[in-house]
Nanobody, 124 residues
């Protein structure tokens, strides 16, 4: 079971990126997925989560209207479109899979499998 996060990079304030989380060894379509981020010196926090079937989504308050989570079950991938990036969004972004299909919360301890992270740096 592996998750691979990609799509990070260096972007100017106001810019956009599309982060992807690809799975191998299991299918994502029956699993709730979360995107988390961790900045230096800070705790890991949930950015956005999505249940299987996209019936439930969660967004952290500071990213609402800027970030969009979506699933591409045919490609076994979950995306996070991040727009209007701010310096405060700078962090390593991780994707994680829960054990079941339902969104049960944004606590990182609810997510069993983790990818290696992709760096997002917002700077002019």
């Amino acid at each position: 079971v592996q998750l691979q996060a990609s799509g990070g990079g260096l972007v100017q304030p106001g810019g956009s990126l599309r982060l992807s989380c690809a799975a191998s060894g299991f299918t994502l379509d029956a699993t709730a997925i979360g995107w988390f981020r961790q900045a230096p010196g800070k705790e890991r926090e949930a950015v956005s989560c999505i249940s299987a079937g996209e019936s439930v989504t969660y967004y952290e308050q500071s990213v609402k209207s800027r970030f969009t989570i979506s699933r591409d079950d045919a490609k076994n991938t979950v995306h996070l479109q991040v727009n209007s990036l701010e310096p405060e969004d700078t962090a390593v972004y991780y994707c994680a899979a829960a054990l079941g299909p339902n969104y049960s919360g944004s606590d990182p301890r609810l997510y069993r499998y983790w990818g290696q992270g992709t760096q997002v740096t917002v700077s002019s």
